[in-house]
Structure formats: C-alpha cells, structure tokens
C-alpha cells in the first residue's frame, strides 16, 4: 500500500484532483468528512464537544449545529484548540482504522487522503508521501468566489488564515500546478499515477 497525503489551497482544486485520482483505482479517505462524522450523534466526538460547547450548539434533532459551533470558535484560537483537542485524535483513530481496512483489503493500494491542512498540522509523518495542489492567488480568489459565491474580501479573508503556498511548495514530494485547463491537470495526474504505482512497488523492495 502507498498512504498518500493530498492538499491545497482553498479551491485550488484538491477535490477535483482527487477524483481523477478514484477513477485510475485510487482510495480516498476524506479527513474534512471524518471530523464531521466522529460528531454525528452517537459517534466518538459527540459526546465531549456538546459537553464542552453546552447543549446551545446543538439543532432541534440533537444534531449539532456545525454553523453555531464555527460562530462559537471562528476567530477564537483558544476556543478552536479546545474543539480540535476533542475531535483531532477521534479523527486520527477513525483515519487509522479506515487505512488499515483498506489494506487488509487490498495490499497494494494506493490510498490518498485528502487534508486540507496537512502542512499546517505538521502531518506530514503520517504519510508516504505528500501531494501538493496548487493554482496562483489571484485565481484562487476568483475559483473561490464562483464556487462558494463569496464577496472578493470575503474570499481574501479565508485565503489569509491558510499558510502562504510559497511555504507549502517547499515541504511537498509531488506538486500539481493545477492553473491550466481540466484536461491538462488531468494529463499531469494521468502521469503522477504511474509514478504512484512505481513507488508503491518500489517500497516493499527495500
Ligand atoms: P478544493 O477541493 O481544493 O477546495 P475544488 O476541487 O472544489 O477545490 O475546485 C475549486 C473550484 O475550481 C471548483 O468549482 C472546480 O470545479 C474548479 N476547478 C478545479 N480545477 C479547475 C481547473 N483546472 N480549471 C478551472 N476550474 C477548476
């Protein structure tokens, strides 16, 4: 198996990369999709972020609120310390435990999963490998603006709390410069695909 981490920018394209990947017979394991889980009711998190953040977070379903929960913490570092204390290590076990099923199932996977902040984390040691996507600012903004429909201040605003990409260049194996078309990037991981299945390959001939 080859355990790979994907991450980007806001709307550089991470998603869109990632399910070019599917199609050539990648795995993904969406970490943004965990964190949701592990709060569902009756999951891991739950529990502990209502006990923590008060029933005031929760819908008329017992659901919790994921808006009232980010106007709680948004901007708030102690706060969204407190929240990722409670849900980043239920998030890491369920990431584990989904990895592992993967390998039992199928030894030489290759498994990528999709971390929006995987160098802001540091979490580069859980992984094989790293895969950086990545597109210019000023059209990162624009992409932004027309998926999430958002005001130019509004989108420079989310920009602003992810670290500068220039940094994030320097610590990734594989960047994918994803500023052209559709089908070139597609061209471009057409490519990396290959060079995946080498890599996995090569790992178990050590
Ligand atoms: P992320 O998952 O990184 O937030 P997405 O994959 O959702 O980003 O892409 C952000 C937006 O940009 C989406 O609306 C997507 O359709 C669009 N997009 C992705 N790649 C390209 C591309 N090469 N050219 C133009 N638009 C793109």
């Known amino acids: 198996m080859l355990n790979v ?6 709307a550089c394209g991470k998603s869109t990369v990632a399910q070019m990947f599917v199609e050539l017979g990648a795995h993904l394991i969406d970490l943004d999709r965990i964190a949701h889980y592990v709060q569902e009711p009756g999951k891991p998190a739950y529990k502990e972020v209502v006990h923590h953040f ?3 977070i929760l819908q008329p379903d017992k659901k919790i609120d994921r808006l009232k929960l980010g ?3 948004f901007g708030n570092k102690k706060k969204i310390v407190e929240l990722n204390n409670i849900v980043h290590p239920l998030v890491y076990q ?3 435990a989904r990895l592992e099923k993967i390998r039992t199932k199928k030894e030489h996977a290759i498994v990528l999963s999709d971390i929006p902040l995987l160098f802001e984390g540091q979490m ?11 597109i210019a600012p000023e059209e990162q ?8 429909g958002l005001s130019k201040e509004e989108a420079e605003k989310r920009l602003k709390s992810q670290m500068p990409i220039r940094e994030k260049i320097k ?16 061209n471009k991981v057409n490519k990396i695909w290959k060079k995946l299945l080498h890599l996995e390959k090569q790992k178990y001939k050590l």
Not at 5 to 10: A, E, R
Not at 124 to 134: K, N, W
Not at 171 to 186: Q, Y
């Open 141 to 148: 903004i624009r992409r932004l603006r027309i998926r999430n």
């Open 5 to 10: 981490g994907l991450t980007g920018g806001i």
């Open 94 to 96: 369920e990431w584990h």
């Open 171 to 186: 610590l990734a194996d594989i960047v994918i410069d994803n500023e052209g078309s559709v089908p070139d990037t597609e």
């Open 124 to 134: 580069q040691d859980m992984f094989d490998l790293s895969i950086l996507v990545l």
């Open 71 to 73: 106007n709680i913490v």
């Open 54 to 56: 008060g029933k005031e």
